[in-house]
């Protein structure tokens, strides 16, 4: 309105230009240029008014986080500024056995030995990072005909020497085994130490930290072992179950983004175990055996500690791993045994015949194996046919000791892996085991032993 007022004006003094004299054109000149200006003024601020408007507008709808959409290996869900993420993962294990045993192995347990097959694991999950700082994980399994509580946490990351902080139900720091995916495991079962000695899921809380260059990481942890009646992620009960975990990791050599490295590692444990018992125990490398072949329960136990030693090489596409783990356990007061000690250890060694490498994650709450990526996916484009590995692997399991027996176990197995693309992969393994039970079997003047042909065909993202 005031523009086409001060238009109207220069409108009128034009007119009025023309019929004045000579005397009044300088004044009036300078009137037109004043008025002008004022004009240009006026359009200035409107633009500039404008302008903000629009840029208030942009602010407000940029408040609200919009989501990419793409593939990282599972669905995946980020925001431009990276500060919101969200990942749909799950997985599939479809297992196949057949078990040739000797007859004496009936002696351990009336449950008859007899091929398989099973869905060993179905699993749906979701994990991601809120306002960048913040992260969960929630997951549920499918197994044994179960519905299982895995992982569900939350924690924060970038703290203090590149920390991350964790509270919820999820695996305590201990052991490179234990702590790797089943989906990235070089065998479809962990070696009989690791199921047997290294402890598992637990209620706690967590702390982890690494140097810059990820050479060096450290992993501090209280936990609640699960009672006897409480299901996944509860413990009840005054009489023990508390648990302090630590685990600490070094890469002395990590070149050519981890193609190339050794890696050394070192967990304690030390608990106090629920209702004063502690059990171990451990079927063959086969969860289709529906028994453990050796197993011990110790009673009156004061407290438990538990040592676990790490080391794994990774040269291209040759890699060596194992662990040794020991445990002792003190007796109560009055008690005639006084310790007791149980170990085990594997050793193991895998080549790809196709030139692909173990990929290894470094950092705080890391220090382990992850996923297989093949060069060329099977039936790809360019006529890819995925990634061939090949492993062997021996185990040992000792459970006797003075007072208490429990079984030896020894297991040797050889697997062959078929990796489609980097979500799917084939497994095909022979196991062959012998047990020593003196408790169960008294007479071992022969092998006692079983031989296990398993496959399986697996999904993951």
């Not at 449950?111 to 306002?131: F, M, P, S, W």
């Not at 902080?165 to 702590?179: D, I, R, S, T």
């Not at 005639?336 to 193991?348: A, M, Q, T």
């Amino acid at each position: 309105m005031q523009k086409h007022t001060l238009l109207f004006c220069l409108l009128a003094v034009a007119l009025v230009f023309k019929v004045c004299g000579q005397e009044d054109v300088q004044t009036l000149k300078s009137e037109i240029k004043s008025l002008q200006e004022r004009v240009q003024v006026l359009e200035s601020a409107k633009t500039s008014d404008k302008t903000e408007k629009q840029g208030e507008t942009k602010a407000k709808k940029d408040d609200k986080p919009v989501f990419n959409i793409f593939w990282k290996d599972a669905p995946y869900f980020e925001t431009e500024d990276k500060a919101f993420s969200f990942e749909i993962h799950g997985r599939m294990h479809a297992d196949f056995g057949f078990i040739k045993e000797d007859d004496e192995i009936a002696k351990i347990s009336t449950t008859k030995l007899e091929d398989y097959g099973e869905v060993r694991a179905a699993r749906i999950g979701v994990k991601g990072t809120i306002y960048e700082q913040f992260y969960f994980q929630a997951d549920y399994e499918l197994s044994d005909g179960k519905v299982t509580l895995r992982e569900n946490l939350f924690g924060i990351k970038k703290l203090p020497m590149n920390g991350v902080f964790q509270v919820g139900y999820y695996k305590e720091p201990f052991g490179l085994e234990q702590l790797t995916s089943d989906n990235y495991l070089t065998f479809m079962e962990r070696g009989t130490v690791s199921g047997a000695l290294t402890p598992s899921y637990s209620l706690g809380l967590s702390y982890y930290a690494a140097t810059d260059d990820k050479k060096f990481s450290l992993a501090l942890g209280f936990f609640r072992e699960k009672s006897d009646a409480a299901s996944a992620g509860q413990s009840f009960g005054d009489s023990g179950s508390y648990a302090f975990t630590t685990r600490a990791v070094a890469l002395p050599f990590f070149e050519n983004d981890g193609k190339e490295l050794v890696h050394l590692g070192i967990a304690y444990s030390y608990r106090n175990p629920y209702k004063d018992t502690k059990t171990y125990g451990s079927r063959p490398e086969s969860h289709g055996v529906p028994f453990n072949f050796s197993t011990v329960t110790v009673p009156d136990v004061e407290d438990v500690h538990m040592l676990g030693l790490e080391a794994a090489l990774v040269f291209g596409p040759f890699s060596l791993q194992s662990e040794l783990i020991y445990s002792w356990l003190r007796a109560e007061g009055g008690q005639s045994w006084g310790h007791e000690h149980f170990w085990g250890y594997y050793v193991y060694g895998s080549f790809f015949l196709t030139g692909e490498s173990r990929k290894y994650n470094a950092g705080a709450n890391a220090g382990l194996f992850g996923n297989v990526k093949p060069l060329n996916n099977f039936l790809s484009k360019d006529g890819g046919m995925g990634a061939f590995e090949f492993a062997v692997r021996y185990s040992k399991l000792d459970l006797n000791e003075d007072v208490f027996y429990g079984g030896r176990l020894d297991d040797i197995t050889i697997g062959f892996n078929w990796y489609w693309n980097p979500n799917m992969r084939m497994m095909l393994e022979y196991v062959y085991t012998r047990i020593d039970r003196p408790d169960k079997i008294p007479s071992m003047m022969e092998l006692v032993d079983a031989h296990i042909f398993m496959a399986r065909f697996q999904l993951h993202f």
